[in-house]
């Protein structure tokens, strides 16, 4: 007998009720196949994965940050780097940066290649995401799961050359060998797993550290039970700061640019957050209650003819870990707004896990195991993750950068310098714009009106300290002021390329034309194109004369 029968209309089935127990009986045939091939479709959904993840990796234009990486990991050698984060211009941890050199030793130079490391850690994380809800419900809901998450902003992540997609793979990680280290398997491995999964998180970013929350609390529960503390798993746990230690004085550094930072913590910006580490899937969440709700509608009326299946135990302290994950955002919040005063929602990526995992698990249980739920998570869920691809693929160097390199061109005949406002699409034109354009482009630094306009000036300080590797146009503001009375400015509404550029949050970095406004510099418009500006910039003898603009169809 199937789970599917356990239903029986006492009066005339309708049309949709049939359809239901139809749906249902092979719904019940795949999560039999599910359960006993699900090394087969693990590997298939990997390959579907790694195939699509490898063709955004090889398309997508390096944005501002990732710009970051491609030149930090380019430094002659591994001291150079060292010296580079010691600037504190880039507050990624060492390791990250070597892992990143071996990619690009080992596969060549290339945005692919600079990206395999995230795309391997987000894949870890969804085959850790597998197993850990497998293990308490069924191979189905375990894809489901893994699905769930990568319809999340981990899927953005995951070909992005920065160490957020490292971190949910050693996050999740270091979830699983948990769980089994509290149930006494597999010790010492286990511990060796989770003490190594830990250190292998704050050794990609600092603010991993996070990660140790939730295990630290679902510990907790576990004492709370146990009433004795496991002292072997306490050790791992806390043995994971280690790589800390060795990494200080960059630290230190790095900590210098948590003042004046562009992005700080705020209550009001958690929800926020969790829009933007969680976007598309609320829809498929919505779409799975929706569907929850007309299977319980059209069960209405059918009486039970056996009891329903004993489920998994799922212990408390393992609820508590998906709680914990699913709560760092605000976690995340609190900790900064009395430490570092620096904070973005990719902090706290492994968010994700949390909300992946306890969405297959409800929904695991309020259908008491069924498997129809289960096929129309992963169903979605798929199609949620194909549409994310298609929507990815037009974007290009040419799409982002070639209609802005035509614009820069058409519009100035002179050889005159061309500064652009953003530094963000600064980075991006000065890479990928041709040659005879790219040589043309400036940025003007200026950390104290960076400071005085917009509240922040990392970003200029940044460019400034990481020149020496960068080796771009970045001049002294002033200095340029003062040695160039004439030159255009190239100011853009918008970011050319990274998250921002998806509207998850819009920060100002456009201080220059405010600056030279106050400083009655001559600004005329030559061009206008959407919310792409040219102006030519002059300097005006009589310091009284007002500032002119000169609008030309």
């Known amino acids: 007998m199937t789970k599917a029968d356990e239903i029986v209309p006492v009066g005339d089935q309708g049309a949709l009720t049939r359809l239901l127990r139809w749906l249902e009986r092979r719904a019940d045939v795949w999560q ?86 995230e795309m391997v850690g987000v894949w870890m994380a969804a ?78 970013h600092y603010y991993a550290v996070f990660v140790f929350v939730p295990l630290g609390i679902a510990e ?32 230190q550094q790095a900590r210098g640019y948590s003042r004046g930072f562009w992005a700080t913590p705020s209550w009001k910006g958690i929800p926020d957050t969790y829009s933007t580490l969680l976007m598309p899937a609320p829809l498929l969440f919505m779409l799975l209650l929706i569907t929850a709700g007309v299977v319980a509608y059209l069960q209405q009326g059918g009486r039970a ?4 299946p004993a489920l998994p135990l799922i212990p408390d302290h393992e609820w508590a870990a998906a709680l914990a994950f699913a709560a760092l955002p605000v976690i995340g919040v609190a900790v900064t707004l009395c430490t570092t005063g620096a904070f973005t929602p990719r902090y706290v990526l492994p968010t994700v896990l949390g909300i992946s995992a306890l ?29 994310l691809t298609v929507r990815a693929l037009p974007y290009t160097a040419a799409s982002a950068v070639g209609p802005v390199a035509e614009f820069l061109t058409v519009s100035t005949t002179d050889e005159l310098p061309i500064v652009v406002s953003d530094p963000h699409n600064f980075m991006m034109l000065a890479h990928y714009a041709p040659r005879d354009l790219s040589s043309r482009l400036v940025y003007l630094a200026d950390p104290e009106a960076s400071l005085r306009h917009m509240g922040h000036d990392t970003m200029d300080r940044g460019l400034v300290d ?14 340029f002021q003062q040695s160039c009375g004439r030159f255009v400015l190239y100011v853009h509404g918008g970011f050319l390329g990274g998250p921002l550029a998806n509207g998850l949050s819009v920060p100002d970095f456009n201080w220059l034309l405010s600056d030279l406004i106050l400083r009655e510099w001559h600004l005329e418009l030559l061009r206008r194109k959407e919310n792409h500006l040219l102006f030519l910039v002059t300097r005006v003898p009589d310091e009284g004369q007002k500032v002119r603009r000169m609008v030309q169809p």
């Open 32 to 117: 039999s196949q599910c359960d006993r091939h699900y090394p087969v479709l693990l590997a298939m959904i990997s390959t579907l994965y790694f195939s699509t993840t490898s063709l955004l990796a090889v398309r997508k234009p390096m944005w501002n940050d990732e710009l970051f990486t491609y030149f930090i990991v380019q430094a002659t050698t591994p001291a150079s780097i060292w010296d580079a984060l010691y600037t504190g211009a880039d507050q990624n941890p060492y390791p990250f940066y070597l892992l990143t050199r071996l990619s690009l030793a080992v596969f060549g130079v290339s945005e692919w290649a600079l990206r395999f490391p």
């Open 359 to 387: 969405v297959a698990l409800t929904l695991f249980r309020l259908c008491n195991g069924r498997a129809l739920l289960g096929v129309v998570g992963v169903v979605i869920a798929a199609v949620g993750f194909v549409m």
């Open 305 to 308: 003819r056996t009891p329903a």
């Open 466 to 479: 990481l020149n020496p590797w960068f080796r771009m146009n970045v001049k002294e503001s002033r200095e």
């Open 220 to 251: 907790c529960v576990r004492l709370y039970h146990n009433r004795r503390p496991d002292w072997s798993l306490w050790a791992a746990i806390v043995g994971g700061l280690l790589p800390l230690a060795f990494l200080w004085p960059l630290i």
């Open 127 to 204: 085959v850790c995401l597998f197993h850990l809800v497998k293990s308490r419900s069924s191979a189905l809901y375990g894809f489901a799961a893994m699905m769930c998450l990568l319809v999340t902003n981990a899927q953005f992540y995951s070909y992005e050359a920065r160490p957020y997609g490292l971190v949910l793979g050693f996050a999740a990680m270091a979830w699983v060998c948990w769980a089994v280290a509290a149930e006494g398997r597999g010790r010492p491995w286990s511990l060796i797993g989770v003490w190594g999964s830990l250190s292998a998180a704050v050794g990609s």
